[in-house]
């Protein structure tokens, strides 16, 4: 079946640690977003890609990172800098439509909480 | 800079009930508003989609209207079931972004 994969489904980070959340997808779609959602708050868009090898910065990018090498996969490192961390990240992909009609698809998200 | 609003953040409601969830927006240059539905622990699940064109989308037991002039956008679940339990969240689009509520905690009592 198509769809989206997140792993792990629950991740812990240490002081100082970088972690990598992963993101696959065989949908066959060319954009791809990651959103952090923080209870009694709307998600927020963390980064967004529509093509391989380009992103964009969403409004909580610092203390992020991505990578698009593929157009399968968009992995987002939670960096060190990103001092609260803790939160229900989710990954979402959709087709590049500038008729703007096409959904959002998500996966089951990643739980990150710090030791 | 637009912003999105759920209320009520929860409801309960005896089963078989018809309701309604509300979403406003500030900024009515949208190009679409859209529904989904999150279970616990879960990701997202796109309900309807109506595009800024549109007065409504039906689903099944589920209709959702949009009047783009008064910001506002419902989402009406007909007999409801315990099965629709989940949070409801909308979101606008805006360029190649969604910019979303905060949601509303649907409780369907047996």
């Known amino acids: 079946d198509g769809g989206i994969t997140q792993s792990p489904k629950y991740l812990f980070r240490k002081e100082g640690q970088n972690v990598t959340l992963s993101c696959e997808q065989n949908?066959?779609?060319?954009?791809m977003y990651w959103y952090r959602q923080d209870p009694g708050q709307g998600l927020r868009l963390i980064y967004y890609?529509?093509?391989?090898?380009?992103?964009q910065k969403g409004d909580i990018a610092e203390g992020y990172s991505v990578s698009r090498e593929k157009k399968e996969s968009f992995p987002l490192t939670v960096t060190s800098a990103q001092k609260n961390p803790t939160a229900f990240y989710l990954c979402?992909?959709?087709?590049?439509?500038?008729?703007?009609?096409?959904?959002?698809?998500f996966g089951d998200g990643t739980r990150l909480s710090i030791l | 800079k637009q912003e999105v609003t759920q209320i009520p953040a929860a409801l309960s409601v005896p089963e078989g009930e018809n309701l309604v969830l509300n979403c406003s927006f500030t900024?009515?240059?949208?190009?679409?508003l859209q529904w989904f539905r999150q279970d616990p622990g879960k990701g997202l699940t796109s309900l309807l989609l109506?595009?800024?064109s549109q007065r409504e989308q039906t689903s099944g037991r589920l209709n959702a209207s949009l009047d783009k002039s008064s910001g506002r956008s419902t989402l009406y679940i007909a007999a409801s079931q315990p099965g629709d339990s989940a949070t409801y969240l909308c979101?606008?689009?805006?360029?190649?972004?969604?910019?979303w509520g905060a949601g509303t905690k649907l409780i369907i009592k047996p």
């Open positions: 979402a992909s959709s087709i590049v439509d500038e008729a703007s009609n096409q959904p959002q698809h």
């Open positions: 949908l066959n779609h060319d954009a």
């Open positions: 890609s529509q093509i391989v090898n380009d992103f």
């Open positions: 900024d009515s240059a949208i190009y679409n």
């Open positions: 109506i595009q800024s």
């Open positions: 979101a606008v689009r805006e360029g190649y972004q969604l910019i």
